[in-house]
């Protein structure tokens, strides 16, 4: 059985990871991190929006920021051409 990670990588999902800032309800002036990580589409990225609408709609830490770092994982291979030749003893 193929795992439905692969299939959304194949499918052109990235790995997705955003690390968010939110202030802290009782304490405003305190930042808290939270770091979240899912397979996603870039440059929409429409599962974090997902997330981040039920954020705010669920929880109560209002966000601050939200940094946010895309990679596909399944690419060409990357060649470099090399002109030389280095020879060891």
């Known amino acids: 059985m193929v795992s439905t990670d692969f299939l959304r990588q194949l499918a052109g999902y990235g ?3 955003a690390t968010i800032l939110y202030r802290m309800p009782d304490h ?3 930042l808290q991190t939270f770091i979240w990580q899912q397979y996603d589409l ?3 990225f429409p ?3 997902d997330f981040l609408d039920f954020w705010k709609r669920e929880l109560d830490g209002p966000l601050h920021s ?3 770092a ?4 399944i690419r060409p291979a990357e060649i470099v051409n090399i002109d030389g ?3 060891l003893h």
């Open 15 to 17: 790995l997705t990871t």
């Open 28 to 30: 405003p002036s305190v």
């Open 42 to 44: 870039a440059p929409r």
């Open 47 to 49: 599962v974090l929006h």
């Open 66 to 68: 939200i940094i946010v």
């Open 70 to 73: 895309h990679s596909r994982l």
């Open 85 to 87: 030749v280095l020879t």
